[in-house]
């Protein structure tokens, strides 16, 4: 159903800003540790969050971890068994609700990709839930400048 009364270019003006494109080479896979890295998309402004690929190699394991707010992770390729025993593979969507403990491990003999949505912030626990570590829209991009700098890779502005 078309609404004459706005075309495409009002709806973007109405909206205030235009959309962002980021061409995919022109920001980097970040290492994150033994077999794991990741290409951050957005940082979402007041620390609301973060968006990115994450990519993991077969046998790597996401610790024990809790997310303040929610989270929706899409398989692209590859396959990761969760803390629960079920296993994800391509094309499979996990919505994990604020407050959600869990851990997982990439499995199969193909790297895995996720494309992760995430609202706040994740916590990393060590024994007796102690918070090891915590994640965020301002570490993630902190993390993702100093990478640029150390490799001299001018840095795409990817704060919404």
């Not at 959309?19 to 980097?28: E, L, Q």
């Not at 916590?123 to 570490?139: K, N, P």
Request: hydrophobic share 35%.
């Amino acid at each position: 159903m078309n609404d004459a009364r706005f075309s495409i270019p009002q709806l973007a003006r109405s909206a205030g800003q235009p959309a962002r494109w980021t061409p995919d080479d022109a920001v980097p896979w970040i290492p994150g540790g033994p077999g794991k890295s990741a290409k951050p998309l957005r940082f979402l402004s007041g620390d609301r969050g973060f968006i990115e690929l994450m990519r993991l190699e077969p046998g790597t394991e996401i610790p024990p971890h809790r997310h303040t707010g929610e989270v929706h992770a899409y398989n692209l390729e590859g396959s990761r068994k969760l803390s629960s025993g079920e296993i994800v593979g391509p094309g499979d969507y996990v919505f994990e609700p604020a407050g959600n403990v869990d851990s997982w491990t990439a499995v199969g003999d193909e790297p895995l990709t996720v494309l992760v949505i995430v609202m706040g912030s994740v916590e990393y626990l060590g024994r007796g839930g102690v918070v090891t570590q915590r994640i965020t829209a301002t570490s993630q991009r902190e993390a993702y400048l100093r990478y640029c700098s150390e490799q001299a890779i001018e840095p795409v502005d990817l704060v919404d």
